[in-house]
């Protein structure tokens, strides 16, 4: 082999012919730790990482692993080490922002704490949420590929089959560790793709990412960026602190998502019959080539539209009350909102990442309609008409109240309206047919 890396070996042979994984599921993960160009890497690093993919770990995926693999990843632009001013100037923006949101809601401030992370810091903060979010879909993948291997073949495989659950696991891990590097580089917030991602009540912002994206709008000051993204993060707080079932509605909601994907196993378990036991190889060529690709079921896609609508009342709740509270005292707030209104439902790197690492596209398509909700709501009845619909998932808007936003309960009368008793029987009636909604 020549000195330069990636150079021709002895026999011409290019970086591609060097690969040992060139065709095999594994390709992915020799990428990911070879060097720039697709690069041979050193050999002694590629055997370590894969005994790190390897080694043994409790539940589908090692996610040690997964950290380190995302960390690397993120490594490869810069990651300035958080400094004591950005932290105190997050601290300060968001303190500003929970004093502007106390006029617009009921719902008492949801931060207990405030950060400012790098994107490493983004990682470790948010490993334990996407343990629970991909860890399903993980488990789906390899239960899929045991049920497909024939059955004489099952009680003679025992190995094999340990086997076909670590390589899935590996490769899992792989996927998810680059993605996750990627999502830190485009994060802004630790609440930013609409699911609480971190610990309860912390309300962090990555300042080097903030920069970026203030950096990209010209005509606003980058104090007025901060600021308004920590209006939205410390929303964000408030909304999952005063609905107590919220957070674990959403992140359960994903994760059993994950858990009932359906794979597309058809010819799987020819290939399988096919393998030679002797051939190490074998194990590799019969994962290539489609045995991940998830189809979602007829009730997934069902709830996949319920989850898509809770998310867009989640944003759209969240774009009202900063709306409200920025009215008067921010004049570059329009733009600020619009563009993150954009930046929300069109999709960027951060839905595209979590759509690979779940399974699913969660971005707020209706953001839009559900926020014209929120506001027309709270103009007909005030913000505890509008608060109050938290209540329970039960009381919430539907696909088809997004669709005459102006209309949600128009002919409803606000709560202030109505006496104790009144208010406690319609909200039995709710209750008692909100399983037909």
Do not use: C
């Not at 590929?145 to 340990?162: C, F, T, V």
């Not at 971190?198 to 104090?223: Q, R, S």
């Not at 997004?402 to 208010?423: H, I, N, T």
């Amino acid at each position: 082999m020549s000195d330069s890396p990636g150079g021709p070996g002895p026999s011409g042979q290019g970086p591609d012919d060097q690969n040992p994984f060139k065709g095999t599921p594994f390709e992915q993960i020799f990428s990911q730790m070879g060097g720039a160009g697709g690069a041979m890497p050193d050999l002694n690093a590629l055997m370590a990482q894969m005994q790190s993919l390897f080694a043994p770990h409790d539940g589908p995926v090692n996610w040690q692993t997964v950290t380190d693999l995302a960390r690397r990843t993120a490594a490869q632009e810069p990651d300035p080490t958080v400094t004591p001013a950005q932290s105190a100037a997050v601290a300060d923006a968001v303190r500003l922002a929970d004093h502007w949101l106390d006029t617009t809601t009921e719902f008492p401030s949801g931060v207990t704490t405030t950060a400012a992370w790098s994107r490493a810091e983004w990682i470790v903060e948010t490993i334990d949420v996407w343990k629970v979010l991909v860890e399903p879909i993980a488990g789906s993948a390899t239960a899929a590929l045991g049920e497909a291997m024939p059955e004489e073949m099952r009680q003679l495989a025992g190995p094999l089959m340990a086997m076909l659950g670590k390589a899935s696991g590996a490769m899992v891990a792989s996927q998810v560790g680059s993605g996750l590097g990627v999502l830190a580089g485009d994060v802004l917030s630790a609440s930013d793709i609409g699911l609480p991602l971190g610990p309860i009540g912390k309300a962090a912002l990555l300042p080097t990412n903030v920069a970026a994206f203030a950096a990209e709008l010209p005509d606003v000051t980058t104090d007025d960026v901060l600021l308004y993204l920590a209006l939205r993060e410390a929303a964000h707080q408030r909304l999952f602190a005063g609905v107590p079932w919220l957070r674990d509605h959403l992140i359960g909601a994903v994760a059993e998502y994950g858990a009932g994907m359906d794979f597309d196993t058809s010819g799987m378990e020819a290939k399988l019959r096919d393998i030679d036991m002797s051939n190490p190889a074998a194990m590799q060529d019969a994962l290539a080539g489609g045995l991940f690709d998830p189809e979602p079921s007829a009730t997934q896609k069902a709830a996949l539209e319920t989850l898509e609508v809770t998310l867009a009342l989640v944003e759209g709740w969240v774009d009202e009350v900063v709306s409200q509270a920025t009215a008067e005292r921010m004049p570059a707030a329009a733009k600020l909102q619009e563009t993150v209104r954009r930046r929300r439902a069109a999709g960027g790197p951060a839905e595209q990442t979590f759509a690979t690492l779940v399974g699913l596209e969660l971005r707020p398509r209706r953001l839009r309609d559900a926020s014209t909700l929120w506001g027309s709501l709270r103009t007909r009845q005030g913000a505890e008409a509008r608060d109050g619909v938290w209540m329970s998932p039960h009381l919430l808007p539907t696909a088809k109240d997004l669709d005459d936003p102006l209309g949600f309960r128009e002919d409803s009368v606000a709560p202030g309206q109505l006496s104790e008793e009144e208010f406690d029987a319609g909200l039995r009636d709710l209750l008692d047919g909100g399983s037909d909604r």
